[in-house]
Nanobody
Framework: QVRLVESGGGLVQAGGSLRLSCASSGLNFKIAPMDWYRQPPGKQREFVAT???????NYTDSVKGRFTISRDNAWTRVYLQMNNLKPEDTAVYHCSGVRGGTRFWGQGTQVTVSS
């Protein structure tokens, strides 16, 4: 079965950094893209970043230049390095991937950025 488990969230002051990790199992990880989404309080879930099986990345405009997505295919893990954090980055961050036409989500990790 598919399992996605995020870690690394926490409370940080504006301008600080965090590195999120996602441990995965049950996906065709080596050939599939992996994604990060986030859900700010009171708002809908939104796309943050994606990385292809070969390591090509794309980001939503609001995080470009500040966030970096990466992956470790040997250990089926995906990461999100978050620098220069802003209060508007406060959200529950979810790792996500697709298998067999179904999108799967981790439980999420809370990131809170104080002003």
């Amino acid at each position: 079965q598919v399992r996605l488990v995020e870690s690394g969230g926490g409370l940080v002051q504006a301008g600080g950094s965090l590195r999120l990790s996602c441990a995965s199992s049950g996906l065709n990880f080596k050939i599939a893209p992996m994604d990060w989404y986030r859900q700010p309080p009171g708002k809908q879930r939104e796309f943050v970043a994606t990385i292809s099986s070969s390591g090509r990345a794309n980001y939503t405009d609001s995080v470009k230049g500040r966030f970096t997505i990466s992956r470790d295919n040997a250990w089926t893990r995906v990461y999100l390095q978050m620098n220069n954090l802003k209060p508007e980055d406060t959200a529950v961050y979810h790792c996500s991937g697709v298998r067999g036409g179904t999108r799967f989500w981790g439980q999420g990790t809370q990131v809170t950025v104080s002003s």
